[in-house]
T-cell receptor, first 114, second 109 residues
Framework: EAQVTQNPRYLITVTGKKLTVTCSQN?????MSWYRQDPGLGLRQIYY???????DKGDVPEGYKVSRKEKRNFPLILESPSPNQTSLYFC?????????????FGNGTRLTVT | KNEVEQSPQNLTAQEGEFITINCSYS?????LHWLQQHPGGGIVSLFM???GKKKHGRLIATINIQEKHSSLHITASHPRDSAVYIC???????????FGKGTRLHILP
């Protein structure tokens, strides 16, 4: 089944403890991206990647890192999480690098940083 | 001012009504997406538009590039259409995606 898989679905952690949220797609998509969703602010793009080894900052990249070493995986790394990074995170992928095709979203990761 | 504005923010309608959700943007774009987010939180892509009009079942999406405006229409609305509908634009200067804040639709049986 074609899908975008995020793990974990729920994560509670403490300030400063490094964490990684994984994202994997099995559709051979070139484009992958990360978003956070907060009440009143909606969805905001964190980072995106047009292809392997190519990553770019979105609207809210501060405090996050990503890597795209292989086409299927696009992990989101929080080196030193802070409470203001408590949010619902989504990964998405798309077939064409220019995002001229539909976005496929993962199921989301709800992160709480205490 | 937000670069992507949606209206209305909230909409309650009776089953069977024709629904229109609007999206206006102030930046140059290469594409526009309409997304649906159900109460469980999952996000589904409904349409991707760069020009004209697309139809899928009871859903119709239109875009007017000159006027920087897009609409999502739902014909013969049904309670299962209750969800948040989100407009997202791909900026043509750098391919970043920016989102509207969503329209919460509630269809009463």
């Amino acid at each position: 089944e074609a899908q975008v898989t995020q793990n974990p679905r729920y994560l509670i952690t403490v300030t400063g403890k490094k964490l990684t949220v994984t994202c994997s797609q099995n559709m051979n998509h070139e484009y992958m991206s990360w978003y956070r969703q907060d009440p009143g602010l909606g969805l905001r793009q964190i980072y995106y990647s047009m292809n392997v080894e190519v990553t770019d900052k979105g609207d809210v990249p501060e405090g996050y890192k990503v890597s795209r070493k292989e086409k299927r995986n696009f992990p989101l790394i929080l080196e030193s999480p802070s409470p203001n990074q408590t949010s619902l995170y989504f990964c998405a992928s798309s077939w064409e690098g220019k995002v001229y095709s539909p976005l496929h979203f993962g199921n989301g990761t709800r992160l709480t940083v205490t | 001012k937000n670069e992507v504005e949606q209206s209305p923010q909230n909409l309650t309608a009776q089953e069977g009504e024709f629904i229109t959700i609007n999206c206006s943007y102030s930046v140059g774009i290469s594409a526009l997406h309409w997304l649906q987010q159900h109460p469980g939180g999952g996000i589904v892509s409904l349409f991707m538009l760069s020009s004209g009009k697309k139809k899928h079942g009871r859903l119709i999406a239109t875009i007017n590039i000159q006027e920087k405006h897009s609409s999502l229409h739902i014909t013969a609305s049904h309670p299962r259409d209750s969800a948040v509908y989100i407009c997202a634009v791909v900026m043509n200067r750098d391919d970043k995606i920016i989102f509207g804040k969503g329209t919460r639709l509630h269809i009463l049986p």
